[in-house]
């Protein structure tokens, strides 16, 4: 039986989400276009190529090769030397000129503060007078980028942060100390995208100092400070930014797409035409939507003729579902299973919001009951043993969603630190154009608790191979997505940046991945168990999936 098309239902997101909300909220105020300018000076000079040949600060103390190179972690904290006399007059001179920024203080610097440490270098990819635009390849680092061809802003954050990680792992201390000083001065939670990216790589690397036993030299609130993330704001501002930044962004609001579409269309065909009741449909909730991704669904199956579906169950499991990685946690007081089960009575349909632990999901309901496990950006840092366990509850449909390229397990903490910077660089960076460079409190909750990968000391899995290895190896094959699911999800997408695409490889059990300026961010993908007699979703038009 055809399933019905649900790219009619995503322009109603708006509305779905106000009705199941107690207070209402304006969601989308009108921008003002404010396009980011990368400061000239910046790739005029050499702060991030400075040869580390420097001994006059060597570290005394051996440091066991387990241990973080910097310091013992369970060392008295000692702080890093201090900023010459110099440095820091001049430092407090631009701090008392309120009108000396960014420029001033590049400027500044360039005039023998460092000068013992200046080398010649070879020209920075991109022109220091590259706005933020449309179009360029974006993503990717220095060198990946320039042979990936195409135009590139100028990424001057990374080229900061990426040498300081690199230093802590040398024990460099004086380098250290040095990029510390620089990014002190431009760091900031406001401006485009380097200059937050800036502070929020600052105040991770500042906590893994003080993991290791060291403090910061010149550390102010702003290194020592968490800033405010999910779990620390107030409630209301919690949603209100939660559902800002699926009207905005593609991030999320994406792949649920995806997800709903393809449950919906197992739902209706385990009902098999029937009329009257149909079977009860029990979603296990392991994401990060915290309840925003359920009404569209909800409304869509309210509006099925036949009634396929006779109750809703969604499960949100406690006790074993993997780590809170970010945008996985909720401030105290948060539930929205109340407001979602009001605004399931308001349009007829019987809803229950529940959590359980491991031993109430087991199998239980053969053949009562469509079993659906829904698994977005939490699976990663589970591991075999999560899958392991979705495998034994039977599932008649897995949906993992999950970052693309995050497994850096081994590779070193600088060289993690570098991959994670990129990927917050691709969400600040698509925030700027989701906001059209807008400040809202919103705003800089939802960029503080995306910063929280760069303080993650592993990684979160492997990409799309890495994944396809796990879900095989514990007795499930891939499945196609259909063709509604596609074109809703296609359809979804028109309607942001044009920066983003999708992204589907040949093949009836492809992937389907959400792309930001030519990089990949996250895939999405269904899979079944190997042994269960089903009917695959009709593969979708390949070459129509694709955007152009």
Same mark, same amino acid.
Request: net charge neutral; glycine share 10%.
């Given at each position: 039986?055809?399933?019905?098309?649900?790219?009619?239902?995503?322009?109603? %997101?708006?509305?779905?989400?106000?009705?199941?909300?107690?207070?209402?909220?304006?969601?989308? $105020?009108?921008?003002?276009?404010?396009?980011?300018?990368?400061?000239?000076?910046? =790739?005029?000079?050499?702060?991030?190529?400075?040869?580390?040949?420097?001994?006059?600060?060597?570290? /005394?103390?051996?440091?066991?090769?387990?241990?973080?190179?910097?310091?013992?972690?369970?060392?008295?904290?000692?702080?890093?030397?201090?900023?010459?006399?110099?440095?820091?007059?001049?430092?407090?001179?631009?701090?008392?000129?309120?009108?000396?920024?960014?420029?001033?203080?590049?400027?500044? *610097?360039?005039?023998?503060?460092?000068?013992?440490?200046?080398?010649?270098?070879?020209?920075?990819?991109?022109?220091?007078?590259?706005?933020?635009?449309?179009? %360029?390849?974006?993503?990717?680092?220095?060198?990946?980028?320039?042979?990936?061809?195409?135009?590139?802003?100028? #990424?001057?954050?990374?080229?900061?942060? %990426?040498?300081?990680?690199?230093?802590? !792992?040398?024990?460099?201390?004086?380098?250290?100390?040095?990029? &510390?000083?620089?990014?002190?001065?431009?760091?900031?939670?406001?401006?485009?995208?380097?200059?937050?990216?800036?502070?929020?790589?600052?105040?991770?690397?500042?906590?893994?100092?003080?993991?290791? +036993?060291?403090?910061?030299?010149?550390?102010?609130?702003?290194?020592?400070?968490?800033?405010?993330?999910?779990?620390?704001?107030?409630? #209301? &501002?919690?949603?209100?930014?939660?559902?800002?930044?699926?009207?905005?962004?593609?991030?999320?609001?994406?792949?649920?797409?995806?997800a709903n579409a393809s449950i919906l269309q197992v739902a209706?065909?385990?009902?098999?035409?029937?009329?009257?009741?149909?079977?009860?449909?029990?979603?296990? !909730?392991? @994401?990060?939507?915290?309840?925003?991704?359920?009404?569209?669904?909800?409304?869509?199956?309210?509006?099925?003729?036949?009634?396929?579906? @006779?109750?809703?169950?969604?499960?949100?499991?406690?006790?074993?579902?993997?780590?809170?990685?970010?945008?996985?946690?909720?401030?105290?007081?948060? !539930?929205?299973?109340?407001?979602?089960?009001?605004?399931?009575?308001s349009i007829d349909l019987n809803l229950r919001v529940e959590?359980?632990?491991?031993?109430? &999901?087991?199998?239980?309901?053969?053949?009562?009951?469509?079993?659906?496990?829904?698994? /977005?950006?939490?699976?990663? #840092?589970?591991?075999?043993?999560?899958v392991r366990m979705v495998r034994e509850m039977e599932p008649?449909?897995?949906?993992?969603?999950?970052?693309? +390229?995050? @497994?850096?397990?081994?590779? +070193?903490?600088?060289?993690?630190?570098?991959?994670?910077?990129?990927?917050?660089?691709?969400?600040? *960076?698509?925030?700027?154009?989701?906001?059209?460079?807008?400040?809202?409190?919103?705003?800089?909750?939802?960029?503080?608790?995306?910063?929280?990968?760069?303080?993650?000391?592993?990684?979160?899995?492997?990409?799309?191979?890495?994944?396809?290895?796990?879900?095989?190896?514990?007795?499930?094959?891939?499945?196609?997505?259909?063709?509604?699911?596609? *074109? =809703?999800?296609?359809?979804?997408?028109?309607?942001?940046?044009?920066?983003?695409?999708?992204?589907?490889?040949?093949?009836?059990?492809?992937?389907?991945?959400?792309?930001?300026?030519?990089?990949?961010?996250?895939?999405?993908?269904?899979? #079944?168990?190997?042994?269960? $007699?089903?009917?695959?979703?009709?593969?979708?038009?390949?070459?129509?999936?694709?955007? %152009?």
């Amino acid at each position: 039986m055809e399933a019905p098309n649900l790219s009619s239902h995503h322009v109603h %997101n708006h509305h779905h989400l106000m009705d199941w909300l107690e207070d209402s909220i304006t969601f989308l $105020p009108t921008f003002i276009n404010e396009p980011y300018v990368v400061p000239d000076e910046v =790739a005029h000079y050499d702060w991030w190529s400075l040869e580390q040949n420097q001994t006059q600060h060597q570290i /005394q103390a051996s440091v066991p090769a387990t241990a973080t190179p910097v310091a013992s972690a369970s060392a008295k904290p000692e702080p890093l030397p201090e900023t010459p006399k110099s440095e820091v007059s001049k430092k407090r001179k631009l701090a008392s000129n309120p009108t000396a920024g960014p420029r001033q203080r590049v400027a500044a *610097e360039s005039q023998g503060e460092f000068e013992e440490e200046r080398k010649p270098t070879p020209p920075l990819l991109g022109s220091g007078k590259k706005g933020y635009g449309r179009g %360029n390849s974006g993503g990717g680092g220095g060198a990946a980028a320039a042979s990936a061809g195409g135009s590139k802003e100028v #990424r001057w954050a990374e080229q900061l942060l %990426n040498p300081l990680a690199a230093a802590i !792992d040398a024990a460099n201390l004086s380098r250290v100390q040095h990029l &510390l000083y620089v990014l002190q001065e431009l760091a900031s939670p406001t401006g485009d995208a380097n200059h937050r990216l800036a502070f929020y790589g600052l105040h991770a690397i500042s906590r893994h100092l003080s993991n290791a +036993g060291l403090s910061v030299p010149g550390g102010s609130a702003s290194t020592t400070t968490p800033p405010p993330a999910f779990a620390t704001v107030e409630p #209301r &501002l919690f949603r209100s930014a939660l559902i800002k930044f699926h009207e905005v962004s593609p991030w999320f609001a994406f792949p649920n797409c995806l997800a709903n579409a393809s449950i919906l269309q197992v739902a209706v065909a385990a009902a098999g035409g029937r009329a009257g009741p149909g079977r009860t449909l029990h979603v296990v !909730d392991v @994401g990060v939507s915290h309840g925003l991704q359920w009404p569209t669904l909800l409304e869509a199956l309210s509006r099925r003729a036949g009634a396929a579906v @006779g109750t809703v169950r969604i499960t949100v499991p406690v006790g074993w579902a993997p780590a809170a990685g970010p945008f996985a946690a909720a401030p105290a007081g948060y !539930d929205f299973g109340p407001h979602l089960m009001r605004y399931a009575k308001s349009i007829d349909l019987n809803l229950r919001v529940e959590r359980a632990d491991t031993a109430a &999901l087991r199998r239980s309901s053969v053949g009562k009951e469509t079993l659906v496990v829904c698994v /977005q950006f939490r699976a990663g #840092r589970a591991g075999p043993g999560f899958v392991r366990m979705v495998r034994e509850m039977e599932p008649d449909l897995v949906v993992v969603v999950e970052m693309e +390229g995050g @497994g850096w397990s081994g590779e +070193g903490w600088a060289r993690g630190f570098e991959r994670r910077a990129e990927v917050v660089w691709r969400f600040l *960076e698509s925030t700027s154009a989701a906001f059209k460079g807008k400040d809202c409190e919103e705003r800089r909750v939802v960029e503080a608790e995306a910063a929280r990968w760069l303080e993650e000391e592993e990684g979160w899995g492997g990409g799309t191979d890495e994944w396809r290895e796990m879900m095989e190896g514990a007795g499930f094959r891939a499945d196609g997505f259909g063709e509604e699911a596609v *074109e =809703a999800a296609k359809g979804l997408l028109r309607k942001y940046d044009g920066n983003w695409e999708m992204r589907v490889p040949c093949g009836a059990d492809a992937v389907v991945g959400l792309w930001w300026k030519g990089q990949p961010v996250s895939f999405c993908s269904l899979w #079944r168990l190997e042994h269960r $007699p089903t009917t695959s979703f009709p593969a979708a038009n390949t070459a129509a999936a694709r955007r %152009n």
